[in-house]
């Protein structure tokens, strides 16, 4: 078993913790917190040894009723591997305490990538982790993108890939941000940091990306275009290596699934925890041809896709699995895969085939 420690219990720690317990090969061996909020009161319900992130503020856990396992200090300690999650730059400053402990550990996307030897994507580059101490799991939107172009990039070859990002103004627990009522450039410049950031994956892709911001805390939704080296046969040859892949959910025309909010209904209705979509969610009727042009839509949710991939990268570092036993094991034991919009045509994916 792989006793794993969770440094930064929030949107993205408490999914990995939940999905790591899911593991019939790992454990975890505690979650690590600063605050006393209803997320660790949550930790506690969940049966997960709470540890205190800051040791000054360790009273407000007893004052909170909350029982601590110790400081964060010892749960690395126990830890064979810790998932930092805390937010972006603290785990850039946490890395000298994994290194005190010879700790192995996992970043997450809002690090810089030189944080860790290697960035990391489960379908794309999950061998470069097995000899390395430190990996950063890269961000919901690199991750999204990664799983996309894969299959493109083996098969077609990428002349252009160029992708606007609009992107959810917050999480639904950030009261804080916005825009509340605005579409705003972000930034203004061009190209985003996205586009870098998929090089960390695919350092050879020619890649242009372009952000924005609006008022939802649902999803991001990328438009992508890109230009393949050599042109598939059809529409429905895409269409269906897409379906093949196992993190990418392709939404058929009959679902009547026509954006995030139904996404996220659909997500509920399913049972998923907390409505999580693991998977990249492509529109089928998005999917166009253009000669050597591709168009598509897909949905991301931002909250959950980097779960799988940090349950894969763990078995990366630890090095006793290859990528397609890890990610199969992660797809099974999670339940990754709508079976239930599976079998069902796309008439205007048929359209085209036949235009
Ligand atoms: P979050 O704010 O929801 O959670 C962070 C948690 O860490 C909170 O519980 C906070 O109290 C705790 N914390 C703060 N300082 C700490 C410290 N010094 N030590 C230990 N814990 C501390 O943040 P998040 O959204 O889960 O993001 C975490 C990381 O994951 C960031 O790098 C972020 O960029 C990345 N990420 C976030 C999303 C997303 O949409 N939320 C998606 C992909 C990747």
Redesign the pocket.
């Known amino acids: 078993m792989i006793r794993v420690g969770v440094?930064?219990?929030?949107?993205?720690?408490k999914r990995v913790a939940d999905a790591v317990r899911a593991q019939p090969d790992m454990e975890v061996c505690g979650v690590?917190?600063?605050?006393p909020n209803y997320?660790a009161v949550g930790a506690t319900e969940a049966g997960y040894p709470v540890y205190a992130?800051?040791d000054d503020r360790a009273h407000e856990f007893a004052a909170a009723g909350i029982d601590l396992a110790g400081s964060?200090d010892k749960l690395v300690a126990e830890s064979d591997v810790v998932v930092d999650?805390?937010?972006?730059g603290?785990?850039a400053?946490?890395r000298p305490l994994y290194e005190h402990h010879d700790t192995p550990a996992l970043?997450?996307?809002?690090?810089d990538a030189t944080v860790a030897e290697v960035s990391f994507n489960a379908r794309v580059n999950y061998d470069e982790a097995e000899d390395a101490d430190y990996v950063r799991v890269v961000?919901?939107n690199t991750t999204g993108l990664s799983r996309f172009l894969a299959p493109l990039y083996e098969n077609y070859g990428i002349e252009k890939a160029r992708v606007t990002l609009v992107r959810r103004g917050g999480?639904p627990?950030q009261t804080g941000r916005g825009p509340i009522n605005d579409a705003v450039p972000d930034p203004i410049s061009i190209p985003s940091h996205h586009g870098p950031d998929v090089q960390t994956i695919f350092p050879k892709l020619d890649i242009d990306t372009i952000g924005l911001k609006v008022p939802t805390t649902m999803m991001h939704v990328h438009t992508v275009n890109v230009t393949l080296e050599n042109e598939p046969d059809d529409v429905t040859e895409i269409r269906d290596r897409l379906r093949s892949e196992d993190r990418i959910l392709t939404i058929p025309e009959y679902a009547g699934i026509d954006g995030a909010g139904t996404l996220k209904d659909f997500a509920l209705d399913a049972g998923r925890p907390r409505g999580d979509i693991w998977e990249n969610c492509v529109w089928e009727e998005s999917i166009t041809l253009r000669g050597r042009d591709l168009y598509c839509m897909q949905a991301i949710h931002?909250?959950s896709d980097?779960v799988p991939e940090n349950v894969d990268a763990i078995r990366a570092l630890s090095g006793h699995l290859t990528g397609p036993e890890s990610r199969s094991l992660t797809n099974e034991t999670l339940g990754i895969g709508f079976s239930r919009l599976d079998g069902r045509e796309s008439r205007t994916l048929d359209r085209q085939t036949a235009d």
Request: proline letters at 3%; a negative charge.
């Open positions: 440094n930064g219990y929030g949107t993205i720690g690590a917190k600063r605050s997320v992130a800051d964060v999650a805390t937010p972006s603290v785990g400053e946490n970043f997450q996307g809002g690090e961000s919901c999480d627990d931002q909250e980097v």
